[in-house]
């Protein structure tokens, strides 16, 4: 070990440190400040941070190259550690502790980057690369964590690591050497690593702007990648099951699986066993085990005759469906259809039922799906863990009447201990003895069929079923009982089948094949019973309705209260109306005696999200993307869940320290939120804070005013900008082909596009490297560099004509190569030239008329010799460009020394 | 400058009217005196090496007054080189006077201005050292008196090829001493066929060497070949050149520093030779192999054909594809 302080070596050390470690504790803040930006740590102090890192990058730097070895090492880091220890042990408290070992490893880490930064700087001559590579790979991670990515975006990132790897690759060459401080040289030396930066800045603009419409393409994608997540894998699966949308209960949208709006029978049924959505429904037996309702989609309320569909008709009397799309409603924002509670119908036996509802993302999510009668609907976030499976998530409210429940509406029940229950909803109903005293128009509208041929034999079928009887609710149990009917041998008539249809021909009328599905084939699946018995109840008076949704079924006890929801579950029955007690599903479906689909397990519940005890609609005036805190606007809040509007706009701070990002309902980081956007800011209710409490009576404004400041987040959701989102609306519709058709042809395409500009530019670069030459030319003033760029010039365009100069000296390759082809007097030039070049003499008179001369000599002779056509097609030869500059042979001899 | 050019060239083509089909070897030897040099010519017997020792010496009048040849030329000796030769054979010896009862130095055939060391690599180890003091030094040393020489002395030796029976190889350090070594080699068939006419025809050559330069203009050009400008990214291309050749892996034995600075003051005089005061890239082309080629070991036959080769190819190209430094 050599720890004599040199003069001269310290005076190589600190230019050393100048040149190199500078930029490098640069490079490094850079990055860090890229970092903390996508990931949270303990400390946010980015100075501090990286005032470690550069310490371990000096302490190495320094110690190895005055020659340390291990022994050095092992001691000062074991001196540092030591330390620590001391430190720690004489640290009161617990939280002291555990603070200071957080900030010690944090601290340490970098510390020890820097450490090895520094060594590998020191020891390695190609240390650059790997520092480079480790400096992308790190922004590349930053970047990718990222939602709204966008080209700049990227270009921003990986421009300051691509300077320095540059920087560091023009530098390393002379690092080995002992360097002397001249001005002139470093100068230059400077320049041309500013010019090459700025041509790299350049490349990538021209490649921006003139692929910016592929650009965005691959953007959109690539962003719609990032949402999606594991888009292909789902895609697999898509073709696995074979549900196929055009005799199934359900269309496939972009946006996942919706129920039809229109339902007519066919031939047979598609089904899928995709989780479709899960939810808690917090209604329960007085015992306290929970009580099912079928989730309800749509009501299908008119027949179309013509298309002999069920159809959802808008100009029904007292509309009771909530018509919102939860997905326009910011998060924690609640919508209560007034109406609905208005024009509710059925007060006797009425309950409010509450549920969470979570959506997969197979499922459509611009509708509410809930129990019958929703009439509230506020979003809630989906927990972090959960949002592989769900994507969106609410809470509803529901009127719903004690006697509809999953379990007795159903056909047969599924344990006998339920049949007294059904046995006393039928008591209950038996008080309703007919529909004189409600409005005539309301049941006309529900008990409207059509009539003639196929619908006249079902009108008498039903009315010789239920001849004797007059209540409604005996009229539905005789239709019930008309399909619970057993033949001699005791064996069921009606049976549940997927494949209803005798011939798979989606031309027979739907008509003709439920008067198939009654009076020959007695098979079919839910639709085929629901249609069936919609016509014989309306036939016999009762207003009754086509119902699409889900059917629940109670899986475990393990999960109280929650149930999962498959596409198999796809279900469609009716609903009855009962004056005073409002419509009660009645499923007439036969239960599936041959196949017994085997339960699906429950999954696990997505953990219920913290009650938020403010929530702000607010606008970000400025982003601190280092403090991670934000200066918002607003004047629309929710304060312990009480929505309030200020009279005037308050601006607060937000620390956003510990805070989770989210756009689009996916998480990001916190640089995706930029100063203008809205945002949906949420604290949660939690001990550690000082939270105000409400006080009644006091005007709200007051209240905000005495808001904690900062105010500290739990939860920001950058909202979808409305622009946006009518931009996507708008280029789907323009082009629906293309938005199916984006997968790999398309992207295979761009790429392609981009390879092809590549390569054409690349075949472009002997012919800009010849303009080049002949602009120096002109634009060349003395005769010296008008001599040095014609003799570029001219052993250039006498390669590129096939004339190359292989390994002899330009002096020989002129006296015996190119005088004797083409006698353009090169050889006085070359004599001319060399003295130029080596000779300290000075111009003599004439030199500059021989220059010119043979400047004009060579490019005619050249012209004339070899035809002007095919020396234009070696322009495009690039493997003959490229050996023009390449240095031959083993030149890599060189330089090894180290 | 034009009249030493004038010098030189009537000097080499006066030389080659006696050594036919060999200008650019003549040039060779031209230049290594010039350099203030010796020169090592390895090649088979006959193949007219004496011969251009001689002509050379006769080429030049005027000899300092200490050593005057017999036939008007500067002074000019030639040594056999034999296994039995010893050193005093070459120094010369103290030999007792009986008229001054003293022993008196009488002179070897080292005391002359143009050596030829015939077969050199015959003689042994001994001799050869003897030979390469009064090389390097340009003195002679016998028992306590110190002889100098005189400032032009030149040597010409010739050496058998290595592989032949009866040779003691020179060692590494030895041959370093030589500025250059060059192969003659065969004539080609027109040559040869001109030289069995023509030479055999003329007779005795050695009466018709016209003599075109003095003693002092030799001094004169040794001079001028000084003088002659190297450019600093010609230096540069040298440096690089001669690193290499300590980094090729193939070559066990690089150049030495001495190596490089012989490179520099052949490339001078061999720019003069070539009429110019300049150095230009093509001079380190033709000199590389005869000023470098036998300061190096290779580590195998092939490397030693190629190696050499392609640096000086590679730093060539860097220098031609140079522009012009420095003047604006």
């Not at chain 1, 010019?195 to 021209?206: E, G």
């Not at chain 1, 918002?632 to 869940?641: A, E, K, R």
């Not at chain 2, 029976?165 to 020179?170: A, D, I, K, N, W």
């Amino acid at each position: 070990m050599n720890f004599e302080i040199n003069s001269e070596r310290f005076k190589q050390l600190i230019i050393r440190w100048a040149v190199v470690l500078l930029p490098t504790i640069i490079i490094g803040y850079i990055t860090l400040r890229f970092l903390n930006f996508s990931y949270t740590s303990l400390s946010t102090s980015i100075i501090s941070q990286t005032f470690y890192f550069s310490l371990g990058l000096l302490a190495a730097y320094s110690l190895y190259y005055y020659g340390a070895r291990w022994v050095v090492t092992f001691l000062l880091l074991w001196i540092l550690y030591w330390l620590f220890e001391k430190i720690i042990s004489r640290l009161p408290g617990e939280f002291d502790v555990f603070y200071t070992t957080a900030r010690f490893q944090l601290y340490s880490t970098l510390f020890i980057f820097g450490w090895v930064f520094g060594f590998l700087l020191v020891r390695i001559k190609w240390a650059y690369i790997i520092l480079f590579g480790i400096l992308s790979i790190v922004t590349l991670v930053s970047i990718s964590d990222t939602i709204d990515i966008s080209l700049s975006y990227i270009l921003l990132h990986i421009f300051p690591v691509v300077v320095y790897g540059l920087y560091m690759y023009f530098l390393s060459p002379i690092l080995t050497e002992r360097i002397d401080w001249d001005k002139k040289k470093s100068a230059k030396f400077l320049s041309r690593v500013v010019l090459f930066s700025l041509l790299v800045l350049l490349a990538f603009i021209v490649t921006e702007s003139l692929l910016k419409g592929n650009v965005k393409a691959v953007e959109k994608e690539l962003a719609a990648r990032g949402a999606k997540g594991d888009k292909d894998g789902k895609n697999k699966n898509k073709d696995k099951d074979n549900y196929d949308d055009r005799d199934g209960l359900m269309d496939k949208t972009d946006d996942g699986y919706r129920l039809k709006d229109t339902m007519r029978v066919n031939s047979k049924m598609s089904q899928s066993d995709k989780l479709m959505f899960c939810g808690k429904l917090d209604n329960y037996f007085p015992d306290g085990s929970p009580a099912p309702l079928y989730f309800v989609y749509h009501y299908l309320t008119r027949y179309d005759p013509v298309k002999e569909t069920f159809t959802r008709d808008v100009n029904v009397p007292s509309l009771d469906e909530i018509s919102v799309d939860p997905t326009a409603l910011p998060m924690y924002y609640s919508y209560t259809d007034t109406t609905m509670i208005r024009k509710s119908k059925g007060r006797k036996l009425r309950k409010i039922v509450e549920a969470q509802v979570y959506l997969s993302e197979n499922t459509w999510k611009h509708s509410v799906l809930g129990p019958a009668s929703v009439f509230s609907i506020q979003t809630i976030p989906v927990e972090k863990d959960f949002q592989k499976t769900f994507i969106s998530g609410y809470k509803i409210t529901s009127f719903t009447s004690e006697l509809n429940n999953a379990y007795f509406v159903y056909n047969i029940s599924a344990s006998p201990k339920l049949e007294p229950l059904q046995e006393q909803r039928h008591n209950e109903l038996r008080s309703v003895a007919g529909y004189n005293k409600i409005d005539k128009e309301f049941v006309d509208y529900y008990t409207k069929i059509p009539t003639g041929g196929i619908y006249d034999s079902i009108s008498k079928l039903a009315l010789s079923l239920t001849s004797k009887t007059a209540k409604p609710v005996d009229k539905v149990i005789a239709v019930r009982d008309f399909f619970l009917k057993r033949n001699e041998n005791g064996k069921r008539i009606f049976r549940y089948t997927l494949k209803a249809g005798a011939v798979d021909d989606p031309n027979i009328p739907s008509s003709k094949m439920l008067y198939n599905f009654l009076f020959k084939t007695h098979a079919g699946y839910c639709t085929y019973y629901a249609g069936a018995s919609l016509f014989m109840l309306r036939t016999l008076g009762v207003p009754t309705r086509f119902t699409t949704g889900f059917a629940t079924i109670n899986r475990s006890d393990k999960n109280k209260g929650w149930y999962w929801f498959y596409a198999s579950q796809a279900h469609a029955w009716t609903q009855v109306y009962f004056p005073g007690y409002g419509w009660l599903d009645f499923d007439m479906t036969i239960g599936n005696e041959d196949q017994q689909g085997a339960p699906k397990p429950d999954g696990t519940p997505p953990l219920p999200p913290p009650e938020p005890w403010l929530v702000l609609n607010a606008k970000a005036e400025s982003v601190d993307l280092i403090t991670k805190s934000l200066i918002t606007s607003f004047n629309q809040l929710i304060y312990f869940n009480n929505p309030a509007v200020l009279s005037r706009i308050f601006t607060r701070p937000i620390d956003a320290t510990l805070c989770r990002v989210l756009y689009d309902k996916r998480d990001t980081t916190f640089a995706a939120i930029h100063p203008g956007d809205s945002l949906i800011i949420v604290s949660y209710k939690d001990e550690a804070k000082k939270i105000p409490q409400p006080r009644a009576g006091v005007p709200i404004e007051m209240q905000v005013e005495a808001f904690p400041s900062p105010i500290i987040a739990d939860e920001i959701h950058i909202r979808v900008k409305e622009k946006e989102k009518k931009n996507e609306d708008a280029a789907k519709k323009a082009s629906p082909l293309v938005e199916k058709k984006m997968t790999w042809q398309e992207i295979a395409w761009i790429v392609g596009k981009v390879i092809a500009g590549i390569i054409l530019l690349l075949f472009l670069l002997p012919i800009f490297y010849l303009i080049y030459c002949l602009l120096r030319i002109l634009l060349s003033r003395d005769v010296n560099a008008k001599a040095d760029t014609i003799y570029h010039a001219a052993l250039y365009r006498l390669h590129m004509a096939g004339l190359e100069r292989e390994t002899e000296t330009p002096l020989e390759y002129a006296q015996h190569k190119v005088d004797p082809a083409l006698s353009a007097g090169f050889e006085e030039f070359m004599r001319l030239y060399l003295r130029l070049k080596y000779s300290n003499g000075k111009l003599r008179d004439g030199d500059e008329a021989v220059i010119n001369t043979f400047g004009k000599n060579i490019a005619n002779a050249i012209n004339k010799k070899y035809g002007f056509i095919k020396i234009a097609f070696n322009y495009f030869n690039l493997l003959k460009a490229s050996h023009y500059f390449q240095s031959p042979q083993k030149s890599d001899y060189e330089n090894q020394s180290l | 400058m034009t009249t030493s050019s004038a010098k030189l060239k009537s000097l080499t083509e006066n030389i080659e009217t006696i050594i036919r089909g060999k200008p650019q070897e003549i040039k060779y030897v031209v230049a290594a005196m010039l350099a203030r040099g010796h020169i090592l010519l390895e090649d088979n017997p006959g193949a007219g090496k004496t011969v251009l020792a001689k002509t050379l010496a006769q080429s030049i009048s005027e000899g300092s007054a200490d050593f005057q040849s017999t036939n008007g030329g500067v002074a000019f000796k030639r040594i056999q080189f034999t296994p039995d030769l010893l050193p005093m054979d070459l120094i010369g010896s103290h030999i007792f006077d009986e008229a001054k009862k003293d022993f008196v130095f009488k002179k070897g055939p080292l005391f002359t201005h143009v050596l030829l060391a015939d077969e050199i690599n015959r003689a042994s180890p001994k001799v050869q050292s003897a030979l390469l003091e009064c090389m390097a030094e340009n003195q002679i040393s016998s028992g306590d008196t110190t002889f100098q020489l005189d400032p032009f002395f030149f040597t010409i030796a010739t050496q058998n090829p290595i592989e032949m029976e009866g040779t003691y190889p020179l060692p590494a350090a030895q041959l370093d001493r030589f500025y250059m070594k060059i192969s003659f080699g065969y004539v080609s068939e027109e040559v040869e066929f001109d030289i069995y006419t023509n030479y055999l025809a003329i007779g005795n050559g050695k009466s018709t060497v016209k003599q075109v330069l003095t003693y002092s203009d030799i001094i004169h050009l040794q001079q001028e070949a000084e003088n002659v400008y190297v450019h600093p990214e010609i230096v540069k291309g040298i440096v690089r050149l001669v690193q290499s050749t300590r980094n090729h892996p193939e070559i066990a034995l690089g150049s030495s520093t001495r190596g490089g600075i012989t490179f520099i003051k052949c490339l001078k005089a061999w720019a003069l030779v070539n009429q110019r005061d300049y150095v230009i890239e093509d001079d380190i082309r033709a000199l590389a192999q005869p000023v470098l080629h036998h300061r190096l070991i290779f580590r195998n036959r092939e490397a030693s054909r190629t190696a050499l080769q392609q640096l000086v190819d590679a730093e060539v190209n860097k220098l031609a594809k140079l522009g012009i430094q420095g003047k604006k």
